[in-house]
């Protein structure tokens, strides 16, 4: 699956920067709870564990170029 549209996440971004009273810092932070809020609501799993499992390499030569 895709990750939400960059307008939708900024969308959601600068209202829960406004919400937290416009702070000149963490703007990162921001955009990043935007993206785990969207996320949840499209039924994606956004855990640690689910960061932390790594996709499998596939063998040398099989990559189509």
Known sequence: MTQPHDDKIRERAYALWER???PSTHSQ???RKAER???EERGLDVS???ASVSQPVPPAGTLAR
């Open 37 to 39: 809020e969207l996320s």
């Open 29 to 31: 932070d921001f955009w």
């Open 20 to 22: 937290a009273g416009s």
């Open 48 to 50: 640690k564990e689910a």
